[in-house]
């Protein structure tokens, strides 16, 4: 199985700040790598896709990065609204697999 | 608006079964790949089970092999969830989703297996 290792587990931010989440993958995986955001009580919602790609709807200040093995989410701006749980999957190997999360809190 | 609307979750004894739905709208379901996810309260995202579009490549994780099966009616709009003999770990919210890679999510339903 492919494990996805994301960093940190949990990061304290201030509106405004710009944030970067880490996603590795145990081996490659080319481009095939997912970005989610969940809110506490609330269902993921989407946010990127083939690693780079906007999902339609998603704020621009939004941004994803990298391929092979290493990846980045970036937050350019946050707002209040981005403090969230953040997933990323791998999504071309059986078994789909998840990284562990990685809780954005406020400052 | 398109739309994923999960049901069938309960609580229900070990050994048991239930038949999770997800009723799509506003697209047609038969058009794209689909998937179950699910996730322990608390915990992380864990994926079970994806079918492709044309309902030929399906595949399971392994702790749900054997017991679980995926399927679509495409009059209905509708994806299903088959679980049998239930275990208590897998107790957790389902959620299908849509997309080889997830592109839509719906709403969740509860599954508690617990006697």
């Known amino acids: 199985d492919i494990q996805m290792t994301q960093s940190p587990s949990s990061l304290s931010a201030s509106v405004g700040d710009r944030v970067t989440i880490t996603c590795r993958a145990s081996?490659?995986?080319?481009?095939?790598l997912a970005w989610f955001q969940q809110r506490p009580g609330k269902a993921p919602k989407s946010l990127i896709y083939?690693?780079?790609s906007l999902q339609s709807g998603v704020p621009s200040r939004f941004s994803g990065s990298g391929s092979g093995t290493d990846f980045t989410l970036t937050i350019s701006s946050l707002q209040p609204e981005d403090f969230a749980t953040y997933y990323c999957?791998?999504?071309?190997?059986?078994?789909?697999?998840f990284g562990q999360g990685t809780r954005l809190e406020i400052k | 608006e398109e739309q994923l609307v999960e049901s069938g979750g309960g609580l229900v004894q070990p050994g048991g079964s239930l038949r999770l739905s997800c009723v799509a709208s506003?697209?047609?379901?038969?058009?794209?790949?689909m998937q179950w996810v699910r996730q322990v309260p608390g915990k992380g995202l864990v994926w079970v089970s994806r079918?492709?579009?044309?309902?030929?490549?399906?595949a399971y994780a392994e702790s749900v092999k054997g017991r679980f099966t995926i399927s679509r009616d495409n009059d209905k709009n509708t994806l299903y969830l088959q679980m049998n003999s239930l275990r208590v770990e897998d107790t957790a919210v389902y959620y299908c989703?849509?997309?080889?890679?997830?592109?839509?999510w719906g709403q969740g339903t509860l599954v508690t297996v617990s006697s």
């Open positions: 083939v690693a780079s």
């Open positions: 079918m492709s579009s044309d309902g030929r490549n399906i």
């Open positions: 999957q791998q999504y071309n190997n059986y078994p789909l697999t």
């Open positions: 989703a849509r997309g080889y890679g997830i592109a839509l």
């Open positions: 081996q490659d995986i080319s481009n095939y």
């Open positions: 506003g697209f047609t379901l038969s058009s794209y790949w």
